[in-house]
């Protein structure tokens, strides 16, 4: 059985994939699809012509998407942009959070006389199985939210607002004086020779982090590049 | 016979102007009315006309709100401003100059000797 909102609904989130086009310019172009789709159901069409004829007579997403971004092409850019800088300082506030986390457990552990090496080996456990919770976090907030019309509104309206860089602000000056802050306090509460040995463990832990991130990398581009023919393929 | 591409894009700002300053319009009117008029060889892809009304809101030549139709259905109407009235009497002039060029080239001139 065709369902005609439900269609109508598909549609438009193929126009919001696009990000060129701002949620008032899809309701824009969904009024006038709703209206042929009305008039040719006058016409004696039924509910799964009428819509395909419409969505055919308006454009393909691509199409459209690729018209709108001609005349909007700044406040696109402004939106990459801010998803860009958005995605940077996350991974930053991730790993920040995470050597934030991996120090306080430092300190947990430590006072319970596990030292050196064992410690510097407890704090590699703690950063992986960190990292692999923001990943799994990431995965599941893009899967859920990415897609509906009300998330996007709300990263348009973050994008543009001064909440934005008032973030910014304040996650620069939290990261600075955590830099300061945190050697000092692991240094007070470790022994010379157990923080260096500690250190070492650490090294390997960037060594994780500098395997590991490549391999999401291209994972997350062959996901992307997967999608993106899966998209035209629909069309 | 349909128009080029080129042409209808061309003629777009003009005839979009020209119908608005018939009064109030929304979208899905404004193109039924430019295929009404051309008895159909005006062939826009409906979406296209979208991005040119919004390129012409942001030159401050048109102005949009959303208003409820009289049968409840929600629409985005466009009115002409001063300055968009300005700017399609200059279209107006341009293309006279075109479309006079092209009929003294095209008529047909006695030939007296």
Known sequence: ?235 | MAVSKDLIAASATPLILSILSEGESYGYAIIKRVHELSGGQLQWTDGMLYPVLHRLERQKLIQSRWRESDIGRKRKYYKIKESGIKALKEHQSQWEVVYSTLTQLWERKPCLT
Request: proline fraction near 2%; hydrophobic fraction near 50%.
């Open chain 1, 1 to 235: 059985m065709f369902d005609l909102n439900k269609q109508i609904g598909k549609w438009r989130s193929n126009l919001a994939a696009s990000q060129t086009l701002e949620i008032s310019d899809i309701d824009e172009l969904e009024s006038h699809l709703r209206e042929e789709i009305e008039s040719l159901k006058h016409a004696k069409l039924s509910d799964k012509e009428a819509f395909m004829i419409a969505a055919h007579r308006l454009g393909s997403p691509e199409r459209l998407a690729d018209e709108f971004a001609k005349i909007g092409w700044d406040s696109a850019l402004r939106y990459r942009v801010s998803w860009m800088i958005t995605g940077i300082l996350a991974y930053l506030l991730a790993t920040h959070f995470s050597v934030l986390l991996q120090k306080a457990f430092i300190w947990f552990v430590s006072v319970r006389g596990i030292q050196g090496y064992g410690l510097g080996v407890v704090a590699l456990a703690v950063n992986i199985v960190l990292l692999g919770a923001v990943l799994f976090l990431c995965c599941f907030l893009w899967r859920r939210a990415l897609r509906s019309d009300r998330f996007i509104k709300w990263t348009r309206q973050l994008a543009t607002r001064r909440i934005f860089l008032v973030t910014i602000l304040v996650f620069l000056v939290v990261e600075s004086a955590s830099q300061i802050v945190l050697p000092v306090m692991t240094y007070r509460v470790l022994g010379p020779a157990q923080y260096g040995q500690a250190a070492q463990v650490f090294a390997w832990t960037r060594l994780a982090w500098s395997i590991m991130l490549p391999v999401i990398l291209v994972i997350v581009l062959i996901k992307l590049c997967a999608s993106g023919s899966r998209e035209t393929e629909t069309e």
